[in-house]
T-cell receptor
Framework: AQSVAQPEDQVNVAEGNPLTVKCTYSVSGNPYLFWYVQYPNRGLQFLLKYITGDNLVKGSYGFEAEFNKSQTSFHLKKPSALVSDSALYFCAVRDKVKAAGNKLTFGGGTRVLVKP | DVKVTQSSRYLVKRTGEKVFLECVQDMDHENMFWYRQDPGLGLRLIYFSYDVKMKEKGDIPEGYSVSREKKERFSLILESASTNQTSMYLC??????????????FGSGTQLSVL
């Protein structure tokens, strides 16, 4: 079975400082990996994905994520956080082996609070 | 832009009631999903459908059923609502043909309270 762990319930960071949101995963084969963001009273929005190729993936709003196969991690990063980045972030994984239905497994979410 | 519309933003129901949550997408997507979101548990898949009249159980289907009579509409049904079904329900869709681009498009969610 596939699973995702986001070890931090909340991350606090000062505006302008680097932001990192951690994610580790478990799949039987090779993974597809995703990050989604949820702003207050909104549905989830896609940020970025790793499918194959370059381990560093760039996405929306200045975010990037690094795929590390040996550590089974896919941490989300932003060099300089903005107050508007305050939101709930979800990591998700899908095993490439099982293709039916595009089923994704999500982590528990990490709340990011960026203080001015 | 793809739009996924959930019929209600907030819903309050009583224990034992039959509850219908409706979701409509306007981009001719084959795949549709129902998740529930609970603090600390993230999103958990209830049911999904990859074609009209087709459905597959997700990770937590107990107490729920679904209906997909038309491609654009995917309904979640709580046959007899219980308090432990109080949650945020999120509908999502994605195009089946894009096998490598598995981005999901989400609705804004329905916050259901069962009293």
């Amino acid at each position: 079975a596939q699973s995702v762990a986001q070890p931090e319930d909340q991350v606090n960071v000062a505006e302008g400082n680097p932001l990192t949101v951690k994610c580790t995963y478990s799949v039987s084969g090779n993974p597809y990996l995703f990050w989604y963001v949820q702003y207050p009273n909104r549905g989830l929005q896609f940020l970025l994905k790793y499918i194959t190729g370059d381990n560093l993936v760039k996405g929306s709003y200045g975010f990037e994520a690094e795929f590390n196969k040996s550590q089974t991690s896919f941490h989300l990063k932003k060099p300089s956080a903005l107050v508007s980045d305050s939101a709930l972030y979800f990591c998700a994984v899908r095993d490439k082996v099982k293709a039916a239905g595009n089923k994704l497994t999500f982590g528990g979410g990490t709340r990011v609070l960026v203080k001015p | 832009d793809v739009k996924v519309t959930q019929s209600s933003r907030y819903l309050v129901k009583r224990t034992g009631e039959k509850v219908f949550l409706e979701c409509v997408q306007d981009m001719d997507h084959e795949n549709m999903f129902w998740y529930r979101q609970d603090p600390g548990l993230g999103l958990r898949l209830i049911y999904f459908s990859y074609d009209v009249k087709m459905k597959e159980k997700g990770d937590i289907p107990e107490g729920y059923s679904v209906s997909r009579e038309k491609k654009e509409r995917f309904s979640l049904i709580l046959e007899s609502a219980s308090t432990n079904q109080t949650s945020m329900y999120l509908c999502a869709s994605s195009p089946l043909r894009e096998t490598l681009n598995e981005k999901l498009f989400f609705g804004s969610g329905t916050q259901l309270s069962v009293l």
